[in-house]
């Protein structure tokens, strides 16, 4: 691999480019896992940056993030009879005990995904 130069008021800086990186769409997770990183997992930060690895990465993060989500949610609903019936039934029971499970399920999610 050959460097090149370029001269500028006396001194040579190399002609150095990093490679291009494809730009996904990052959501909530995927932010979060970055504001994470950046704080407590440096090197890894890093070494994603200098790699151009970074928003394909957290893309993914966010990926695996929302489908656990919804995953969870599934099976909580399941194992807590939380049914179109209870829907139809009792709008307002349905309601309160989807947002626990959702409460609940994300919880878990930033624990095991976002957070580590």
């Given at each position: 691999?050959?460097?090149?130069?370029?001269?500028?008021?006396?001194?040579?800086?190399?002609?150095?480019?990093?490679?291009?990186?494809?730009?996904?769409?990052?959501?909530?997770?995927?932010?979060?896992?970055?504001?994470?990183?950046?704080?407590?997992?440096?090197?890894?930060?890093?070494?994603?940056?200098s790699?151009?690895?970074?928003?394909?990465?957290?893309?993914?993060?966010?990926?695996?993030?929302?489908?656990?989500l919804?995953?969870?949610i599934?099976?909580?609903?399941?194992?807590?009879?939380?049914?179109?019936?209870?829907?139809?039934?009792?709008?307002?029971?349905?309601?309160?005990?989807?947002?626990?499970?959702?409460?609940?399920?994300?919880?878990?999610?930033?624990?095991?995904?976002?957070?580590?």
């Open positions: 691999m050959k460097i090149t130069y370029r001269e500028e008021n006396g001194c040579f800086y190399p002609n150095l480019e990093l490679p291009k990186q494809t730009n996904y769409t990052i959501g909530k997770y995927g932010l979060l896992h970055l504001d994470y990183i950046k704080e407590h997992r440096k090197g890894r930060y890093t070494t994603l940056v790699e151009c690895r970074l928003s394909e990465y957290l893309h993914k993060i966010d990926e695996q993030a929302r489908e656990q919804n995953i969870y599934e099976q909580m609903a399941k194992m807590q009879n939380v049914t179109e019936e209870l829907k139809a039934y009792d709008p307002k029971c349905w309601v309160q005990a989807m947002n626990n499970i959702k409460e609940n399920a994300e919880e878990s999610v930033l624990r095991e995904v976002v957070y580590q």
